[in-house]
């Protein structure tokens, strides 16, 4: 399983429906299989994520969060890992809004 403790990631791409931008932060906190995370930045003025670390490093994960119109926002995600060659954690996610127009998007985030 992939240690994910004190970890802090930023996106490097996302669909156009996504929230997240190259100012949002994550930081992770893992305890055995238990992720969470709190993050900032960008169009987000604050959101949460708690999530489960699966033995091949995947998280399921739900997020809530509430952006710069002072909407609450909220979905669910799936991220799968990917180790690069200067060791660090690159995250492809596939996520859907639960709220809102409930669309889908992908992103990806990489470890800072």
Known sequence: MIDYNNKTFKPISSSVNSETTSETVFLYKQHQNILTSSYSGGNIIQGHLI????DDGTINMRYHQINKNGELMTGICVSKPE???NGKIKLHESWEWTSGDKSKGNSILEEI
Do not use: D, K, Q, R
Request: charge should be negative; aromatic fraction near 0%; avoid cysteine.
């Open 51 to 54: 999530g489960l670390v699966e």
């Open 83 to 85: 180790i690069t060659s």
